[in-house]
């Protein structure tokens, strides 16, 4: 089990390094600066907190997933997840596809969303592992849809 949260922590904060690398310097540009933002926007640290908190929590949850299933579905979802995380903040940031990065990100909330139900069966309290993630983007969504409308 130990082998299996080392894994994820570092895939998980692997994945967080190249997303923040993609994104670049995007919150400090003055695109971002001049966007018309949410008035319930979080300040900077908050993310940065939010994210570690929430890749620890995940890590440990998709251990414990992966001792008792490790099925292509499984596997499968996980790299969606990865690949949904890490494009977002390059389509919303350096692209300014705003459209398209509220759909990857309302896909990555859906995608924690699947796994939640799937892994309860399972791992029962455990499962609970994977909240402080969906909380996360249902609150990043939020902010995502209100770029989209007022901008």
Known sequence: ?????????????????????????????DWYQNLNIAPWTPPGWVFGFAWTTIMIC??????????????????????VQLILNISWGYF???????????????????????????SYRKLKWKSTLILPYVLW???ACSLNLYAVLNN
């Open 1 to 29: 089990m130990i082998k299996s949260i080392f894994f994820f922590l570092i895939l998980n904060f692997g994945a967080l390094a190249l997303g923040g690398y993609l994104m670049q310097n995007g919150p400090q540009t």
């Open 58 to 79: 995940f890590s440990f949850f998709m251990a414990y997933l992966y001792s008792v299933d490790k099925s292509r579905f499984v596997i499968g979802l996980y790299i």
């Open 92 to 118: 919303f940031f350096n692209i300014h596809w705003l459209g398209f990065s509220f759909l990857v990100i309302f896909l990555l909330t859906l995608v924690t969303i699947l796994f939640l139900l799937y």
């Open 137 to 139: 983007l249902c609150i």
